[in-house]
């Protein structure tokens, strides 16, 4: 678990593109950017209640572009959960969560407590307008999480706010989880989060 006791890390992790930043938005701020802008490094904080006990959750966006490898890693130490992001209608990014950015994590938090993945199939909306033969379907996703040992699949649109608060509920859960368990505490995997 990150620093402060009731401090939770977040960071969210693809191809530059996928959706990330506007993920990270619609569920902090409310509301979908507009413009894109490539992100270098940014920082989110939320307060949010699991198991009636108020949590401060750090929410840390970072950059898919290969020239920031050496800011990026530097978000990684502490993490609580890692959101592996690819988009659906796009296939590179999803063999990219396996051959590229689950390998950097790991390789980044060695002697520290494993990872925990979750991986995001972002851009959902756009399912319907994009040729079937490109498109990624849930057991896609489920059969990655599958392959790189991720604790769940989980799916959104940032653009149409549908299955965002789902995601990083899902976060905070796994977030809580696995701290309790890298505690030793007994857990019965049950979180309500408000």
């Known amino acids: 678990m990150s620093n402060n006791q009731n401090s939770l890390k977040l960071v969210i992790v693809?191809?530059?593109?996928?959706?990330?930043?506007?993920l990270l938005v619609v569920y902090a701020k409310g509301e979908f950017p507009t413009d894109y802008v490539p992100t270098v490094f940014e920082n989110y904080k939320a307060k949010v209640k699991i198991n009636n006990v108020e949590h401060t959750v750090l929410l840390w966006d970072t950059a898919g572009q290969e020239e920031l490898l050496n800011i990026r890693v530097l978000s990684y130490a502490n993490t609580d959960v890692f959101l592996m992001c690819f988009s659906v209608v796009d296939r590179a990014t999803?063999?990219?969560?396996?051959?590229?950015?689950?390998?950097?994590?790991?390789a980044n938090t060695k002697g520290k407590k494993p990872p925990v993945f979750i991986i995001v199939g972002t851009k959902t909306d756009l399912r319907e307008s994009t040729p079937q033969d490109q498109v990624l379907s849930v057991e896609d996703g489920k059969e990655l999480a599958s392959q790189v040992n991720a604790v769940q699949y989980v799916e959104c649109s940032a653009l149409k706010n549908n299955g965002?608060?789902?995601?990083?509920?899902?976060?905070?859960v796994e977030a809580i989880n696995?701290?309790?368990?890298?505690?030793?505490?007994?857990?019965?995997?049950?979180?309500?989060?408000a």
């Open 178 to 193: 696995h701290s309790s368990k890298s505690k030793d505490e007994s857990s019965d995997g049950c979180c309500l989060i």
């Open 14 to 22: 693809g191809d530059g593109a996928v959706g990330k930043t506007c």
């Open 94 to 106: 999803y063999e990219n969560v396996k051959e590229k950015w689950i390998p950097e994590v790991i």
């Open 164 to 172: 965002v608060k789902e995601v990083f509920d899902a976060a905070f």
